[in-house]
């Protein structure tokens, strides 16, 4: 009995331990996310997408006839320019004040239920608040969509902008190394492939590439990403940000942490 | 009581304690996690059952493509030209293959409009209805309409065939006279380096000709011992030697800039060739184009047998309506077919671009491979995925998280669930 009782005495310390009062805190319920892919398929969107597409048809083939007349690299370069910037401006054009409309409703949604970010279903596995139904009702309603009139609170979510800390100096300098190698070692490995007479021989001949790219990757960019990451998770305790996310994946609010995330790296 | 203070007994008491501690999970709603998860889905995709499925069809993908920067040896003309016929024979086919299959779905939409229309106009018990529905499925007019339509698509087709013969002709042509020119310019290049070399030759001879013949004169002299002969012998053989080697390197050196010139020549050709073929498609297009206008306006007047004019509104609205419902699924089908041909287009299209030395990745046999290869790749990535999103749900849910990521970039808090789903997901296939 006096064992029965230990055991159960011991037991109880080691659980009361285990969920000890001070640890106990509330749980993140101010997480919402929308269906991006489900907004897409709206008809203003899908009647929208049609004339760029329509557009990019035409335009296209007049890009097709400006390149050819293009004589240098510089040229060529100079062309694609043009009319990536023509094509996104018919983009900004078109699509743009459904994006700005669609944006200010997720703000309105996002501002009623007390939400402090909403980000993209896809990352979401389990849990959170689907707005995605209330922000195509507003959406699709036909009158004005005020902007929320605050912003939202400070969010334990965090993100990054990827596409910022890939510019960093010594981040890109890796980025454009490994891709020239990647691109010498195909121009090594590729004719090796194609006169191959074997399956077996064409195997080995991959992976031999494969090796390559891997050992280099290893020594290349393993340690940078390692880097960036401890980096992110410091700058994310010192803003008492529990998750950090990819910016891509943050529709609207969360706490952006890049900046803390660069000086961290740049230190 | 006794049974229980044994050592074993202990043991097996601490056991079944930490056994529900251990089932208790992780302290999902302690000030670090907050109800918050997160999985490295690509950590657990590594340890599912079909994960070797995977990464073969990505080594499949991988390895066509890899296969496909393979620079690509330069053709002669007559290869160009066999690939271009056989090319624009497949291009043929395809065109041909899309209107049969546009114009017999158009008779098919007619065909059921006209019924259509024939039983709105009976039930709204329009008089001559029965005669209305007799002359729209027999009508001379609709026939006439319907050939037509079909001999101007068949003059259209015609036409475009014969414009993308004459100017694969002419690309042909163009591509042979590059050719015989870069032929032309090697073989000078080669004349000129070998006129160098027999210059050397003569040239190396000529000095050393002196100290030659002066060896040569004093091995002549019968008297002379075998030890001075031997040497003599030697001084000759190394003249011989200092002359041949010389040579060697020049004809080294010689080959080399005639392999380098063979590349520059072949990367101006085929640069060449490029900028004149483009030309030609565009103006080929053009033309095509130019054609296509004028046979649309033609078929834009060809349109069915009028309707009786003494119909109410209410009939006129039902009529159009119907007229209407099935222009619309007849666009919808049709455009089916051209996005089909005009997927076949583009390959083949890269196919000719492909055959004039640009680098424009797999076509053909390869690029349908990779296409079918990457689709079942996207297939099997998304089973994998929502397995593992469906078994992270359910711990999730029995642990008791308010939310759980994927795809986080890093964590100063929340609970990495990744190894209890890796755990799960394995153990579904044990």
């Known amino acids: 009995m006096n064992i029965r009782l230990a055991t159960f005495f011991v037991s109880a310390i080691l659980l009361a331990a285990f969920v000890a009062p001070s640890a106990i805190a509330a749980d993140l319920s101010d997480v919402g996310f929308v269906d991006q892919a489900e907004l897409a398929n709206l008809p203003p969107f899908v009647a929208a997408n049609r004339q760029l597409a329509a557009y990019k048809q035409a335009l296209d083939q007049q890009f097709n006839s400006a390149i050819k007349g293009a004589s240098t690299d510089a040229d060529k370069q100079r062309v694609s320019m043009q009319f990536q910037q023509q094509y996104s401006d018919k983009q900004r054009e078109i699509v743009g004040p459904l994006f700005q409309r669609a944006n200010v409703a997720i703000g309105q949604v996002m501002a009623t239920r007390n939400l402090s970010v909403v980000v993209d279903k896809r990352i979401v596995i389990f849990g959170g608040q689907d707005i995605t139904k209330d922000v195509e009702t507003l959406f699709m309603s036909n009158q004005a969509i005020q902007p929320p009139t605050a912003t939202p609170g400070p969010s334990e979510i965090g993100y990054v902008d990827q596409t910022v800390l890939d510019g960093l100096p010594k981040v890109k300098a890796a980025n454009d190394q490994m891709q020239q190698f990647a691109s010498t070692e195909r121009a090594l490995y590729a004719p090796k492939l194609a006169a191959a007479k074997s399956d077996a021989e064409r195997k080995q001949i991959y992976q031999d590439f494969n090796k390559a790219l891997a050992d280099k990757q290893e020594q290349l960019l393993n340690p940078l990403v390692e880097q960036t990451k401890n980096a992110t998770a410091a700058a994310a305790q010192k803003r008492n940000v529990l998750l950090v996310v990819d910016r891509a994946d943050v529709i609207y609010g969360g706490t952006d942490i890049t900046a803390d995330v660069q000086n961290e790296l740049t230190k | ?342 997927a076949t287009q583009a390959d083949l299209n890269r196919q000719f671009a492909a055959l004039h030395g640009a680098d424009v990745g797999a076509t053909g046999a390869a690029a349908k491979e990779l296409d079918a290869l990457q689709k079942r790749r996207d297939d099997l990535y998304k089973e994998i995925v929502d397995q593992i999103q469906r078994e992270a749900s359910r711990i999730a849910k029995d642990q008791g998280f308010s939310i759980v990521f994927s795809g986080v970039d890093a964590a100063a808090g929340g609970y990495d669930m990744t190894g209890e789903v890796t755990k799960d997901v394995e153990s579904l296939h044990e």
């Open chain 2, 1 to 342: 009581m006794s049974k229980m203070s044994s050592p074993s007994k202990r043991a097996r008491v601490a056991a079944f304690t930490l056994a529900i501690l251990a089932g208790c999970g992780p302290n999902v709603h302690s000030s670090s996690v907050r109800g918050a998860g997160y999985v490295r889905v690509d950590e657990v995709i590594k340890h599912h059952p079909l994960y070797s499925q995977l990464s073969q069809l990505d080594d499949a993908i991988a390895a066509i493509q890899l296969q496909a920067a393979a620079p690509h040896v330069p053709l002669s003309a007559a290869q160009i030209a066999q690939q271009t016929k056989e090319l624009t024979r497949e291009m043929q086919d395809a065109q041909a293959r899309a209107q049969k299959i546009i114009a017999q779905k158009q008779q098919d939409y007619a065909r059921r409009e006209q019924q259509a229309v024939a039983a709105a106009l009976a039930a709204a018990g329009v008089p001559g209805a029965g005669q209305y529905a007799a002359q729209q499925m027999s009508a001379t007019s609709a026939q006439q309409a319907q050939a037509a339509a079909q001999a101007a698509g068949q003059d259209f087709v015609a036409y475009q065939q014969s414009v993308m013969a004459s100017d694969n002709a002419a690309a042909s042509s163009i591509a042979r006279q590059l050719q015989t020119q870069a032929a032309e310019k090697y073989r000078a290049k080669a004349e000129q380096l070998q006129q160098s070399e027999t210059d050397l030759s003569l040239r190396l001879t000529q000095q050393d000709a002196a100290q030659s013949l002066a060896i040569k004169t004093r091995m002549s002299n019968l008297a002379l011992d075998e030890a001075t002969r031997k040497q003599l012998e030697g001084q000759l053989a190394a003249l011989d030697a200092k002359e041949q080697s010389q040579l060697s390197a020049q004809r080294k050196s010689d080959a080399a800039t005639l392999a380098a010139y063979r590349t520059q020549l072949d990367n101006e050709t085929n640069a060449a060739l490029r900028e004149q073929i483009s030309s030609i498609q565009s103006q080929t297009a053009a033309k095509i184009n130019e054609r296509r206008n004028e046979v649309t306006a033609q078929l834009r007047n060809l349109g069915p047998p009028a309707l009786p004019s003494d119909l109410s509104p209410g009939v006129k609205d039902k009529i159009a309506q119907i007229q209407k419902q099935f222009q619309g699924q007849f666009q919808a089908d049709a455009q089916k077919t051209v996005d089909e041909f005009n």
